[in-house]
């Protein structure tokens, strides 16, 4: 149905459509009219601006209607709708979703996902010595699911971009390497050949995973800078100077 180019009665029920919106509206925030727009036959929206201050950048729609041959315009509803510029509450992030790391206290507990690509299904005994040696080593037997090859590489990823990887700060004043180091306990699996944990009580990194070019200055084949002592002349003796003392 084509939309109808005028229609006097409803366009020009301004105050109407105002008066409708001043009855929801709190007192004082229906401001200046802003525009008309006819959305089909007998049918129009009035557009005012919203003044409160909680919403900036919102107007009043209040939709008119009427009957056929009638003069007379009806209200049909009224709503606070956003405009292009208007201040609008973030999305809805699902809790899970929106995690973060540190954000998981003591008690806490994350939401189950089932399909989590970054882990796969983990093997069961099979029987075969030597497929489940290596199950136990690299996968973990009789664990539900272990990391994919996409979790290892998130995981990767994350720890060699992260304050203990190689262009951290520390990694770049560092005296030497991690693999050097005697406190680096190399890590099994796919990851052994990149990654490690620190073992150190002195280290910033003790007790976490470090990668094998990260250093600090608690590395076990370094030491301080050796400076000579400094030399200082015994004392000098003056027992030539007569000293008088005098009676008060």
Known sequence: MPTPRSDA????AVEVARAAAGEIAEPGTVGEHLEVVLEAERLATHYFACTAGAYPGWRWAVT?????RART????????LPGEDALLSPEWVPYAERLAPGDIGPGDRTAFVEEDPHLEPGFEATGDEEVDALALWELGLGRPRVLSAEGREAAAT?????????????????????????YFLPMSGALRSV???CANEWSPADGGVVA??????AHSEVDVEKRSSEKIDPPVLDDETEIVFSER
Do not use: I, N, Y
């Not at 008119?64 to 056929?68: D, F, G």
């Not at 994350?158 to 005697?182: F, V, Y």
């Not at 094998?212 to 200055?217: M, R, V």
């Open 9 to 12: 009665v409803l366009t020009g």
């Open 73 to 80: 315009a009806t209200v049909s509803e009224v709503h606070l």
């Open 195 to 197: 990654f490690g944990v």
């Open 64 to 68: 008119l209607s009427r009957v056929p």
């Open 212 to 217: 094998l070019d990260f250093g600090c200055g």
């Open 158 to 182: 994350r720890w060699q971009d992260g304050d203990r990887g190689p262009g951290s700060e520390s990694a770049r004043k560092a005296p030497a390497p991690c693999r050097t180091c005697g």
